[in-house]
């Protein structure tokens, strides 16, 4: 039931601050005397002491699901302490690469039952690994044959591109932080900012959708192009990697999502006077770095549209040369949520505009059970 919208994409994208909702519901506890703020993750909690334990964490998925554990990887490595790394479930097959017993593998899957992710859950267990899975489908593959995991509750999803189910998946990978991070006293206070975070996230979701008419206008200015590019980079590396994967898959438009600070080693070249660039420069730890790579595009007269934190736009864009876009500011870790909402809307209404099919893209299939 598409309710009051065109499209179940559309209505997936504006039900993100109820999808959040749900996902963090019984799971954030606020009160208490001693132990004030935490969380808990029914799925996980007799399995805590074994992934502190272990010597690796590493992230398995495809696609959206696998934008989503980088999304949340920075937040991992800081609260648990654990090398984490990354594997495309397909590359991991195709390499046969390493996974040993001391490994905690995470499987992220929307479906469950993506058949690359789901052999790759086969090849850890035979490999002695602790196998946790994180996905939206009760009762899937992913969930039966994992050891333990969390379901993401994001509600039925039907659009083939992901996007409630990726902002709930970060959520439940930025909780898995907070949970294996909870035994270590010095990281309370960032414990805490973070839980506040969590709970105001929704009402911030909310307001970031309100840019959806200003997304609207901006589709219609780059309705007729070939190629788009996104520069992001620390927490917001994989947001560049997840809203060119949107126009990608939807919009049928070539874009690439780039780190940012490889822009010297290629990309670069690219850049002149009509190509479309998105630069995302919210304000964290890595704000400086993004304003000079912003200078340097600028420099080569790039075609910049850069979304930054409200309030931020004379510090990224001098002279109002570029446009921009202003998102609200939450706690660094949990600002991909936030950000990538626009770059959904962006490739919905390119698509609408461009006259594709939102919810059934050419070639494209919701949940890919063959290899
Ligand atoms: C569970 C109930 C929820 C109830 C809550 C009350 C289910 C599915 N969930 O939620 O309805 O409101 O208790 O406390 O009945 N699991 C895997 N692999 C996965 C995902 C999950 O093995 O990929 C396992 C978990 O380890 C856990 C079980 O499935 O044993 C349920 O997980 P989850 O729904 O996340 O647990 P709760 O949030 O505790
Ligand atoms: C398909 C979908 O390619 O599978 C994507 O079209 C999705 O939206 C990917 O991200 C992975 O699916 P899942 O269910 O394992 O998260």
Do not use: W
């Not at 997304?215 to 994989?238: C, H, P, T, W």
């Amino acid at each position: 039931n598409k309710g009051n919208y065109e499209h179940y994409m559309q209505k997936e994208i504006h039900e993100q601050p109820e999808s959040l909702t749900t996902t963090m519901r019984g799971r954030l506890i606020r009160g208490g005397s001693s132990k004030s703020k935490t969380v808990l993750l029914g799925g996980l909690k007799d399995h805590l002491k074994t992934i502190r334990r272990s010597r690796r964490i590493v992230f398995i998925g495809c696609g959206t699901s696998y934008n989503a554990a980088l999304a949340a990887r920075p937040i991992l490595e800081e609260l648990s302490g654990i090398p984490v790394t990354m594997e495309v479930a397909s590359d991991l097959l195709d390499r046969q690469g390493p996974i040993y017993r001391e490994d905690t593998a995470v499987f992220v899957s929307q479906s469950g039952e993506t058949a690359d992710t789901l052999h790759a859950l086969e090849y850890a267990l035979e490999n002695g690994a602790l196998c946790v899975g994180i996905t939206n489908t009760v009762g899937s593959a992913i969930a039966r044959n994992t050891h333990c995991g969390v379901h993401i509750n994001a509600g039925c999803e039907i659009g083939v591109a992901s996007t409630k189910a990726y902002t709930s998946q970060i959520v439940v990978m930025a909780m898995l932080a907070l949970a294996i991070g909870d035994d270590t006293s010095s990281s309370l206070g960032r414990r805490e900012s973070i839980i506040d975070g969590l709970f105001d996230l929704p009402n911030k979701v909310r307001e970031v959708l309100k840019l959806d008419q200003e997304m609207k206008d901006l589709a219609k200015l780059l309705i007729a192009e070939q190629s788009l590019l996104v520069f992001g980079r620390g927490y917001n590396y994989a947001t560049a990697l997840e809203g060119a994967l949107k126009v990608k898959e939807v919009a049928l438009m070539h874009s690439e999502g780039i780190i940012a600070g490889e822009m010297k080693h290629g990309p670069l070249a690219l850049v002149d006077e009509n190509l479309p660039i998105v630069v995302i420069a919210t304000h964290d730890a890595c704000f400086s770095k993004q304003q000079s790579v912003i200078q340097q595009l600028h420099a080569r007269k790039g075609r910049l549209i850069v979304m930054c934190s409200k309030g931020d736009s004379a510090a990224v864009c001098p002279g109002g040369s570029c446009r921009v876009i202003e998102v609200p500011q939450v706690e660094d870790c949990l600002q991909p949520v936030i950000n990538v909402v626009p770059l959904q809307l962006l490739a919905y209404h390119l698509t609408v505009l461009r006259g594709y099919n939102v919810d059934q893209p050419r070639n494209l299939a919701k949940s890919v059970t063959t290899q």
